[in-house]
Nanobody, 125 residues
Framework: QVQLVESGGGLVQPGGSLRLSCAASGFTLDYYAIGWFRQAPGKEREGVSCISSSDGSTYYADSMKGRFTISRDNAKNTVYLQMNSLKPEDTAVYYC??????????????????WGQGTQVTVSS
């Protein structure tokens, strides 16, 4: 059974950092692309970052480039999202997602069938 569990969210001041974790079970994480998404209140879920399984290439939404870094620890079957220079507009619930059909990244929410429960990130002074 495919399961994803996010952790690491919390309250942080503007300019601060957080590292989110996405622990996978029921499958080998590096077989599939893993995406991070976020959803703020009243807004649609949007793509944040992704790491492919085919060659480990990464993708970042424009507003996250230079601030966020996605990585994968195959030994721990976990994907991380390091978030630096956080801004109030980064406040959202962050989700990781995957799908057995995906080897390369896609930012389209509908391409992912398996989702974690989400972790809240709040950036506020």
């Amino acid at each position: 059974q495919v399961q994803l569990v996010e952790s690491g969210g919390g309250l942080v001041q503007p300019g601060g950092s957080l590292r989110l974790s996405c622990a996978a079970s029921g499958f080998t994480l590096d077989y599939y692309a893993i995406g991070w998404f976020r959803q703020a209140p009243g807004k649609e879920r949007e793509g944040v970052s992704c790491i492919s399984s085919s060659d480990g290439s990464t993708y970042y939404a424009d507003s996250m480039k230079g601030r966020f870094t996605i990585s994968r620890d195959n030994a721990k079957n976990t994907v991380y999202l390091q978030m630096n220079s956080l801004k109030p507009e980064d406040t959202a619930v962050y989700y990781c997602a995957t799908d057995p059909r995906l080897r390369v990244c896609t930012e389209d929410v509908v391409d992912y069938d398996y989702w974690g429960q989400g972790t809240q990130v709040t950036v506020s002074s």
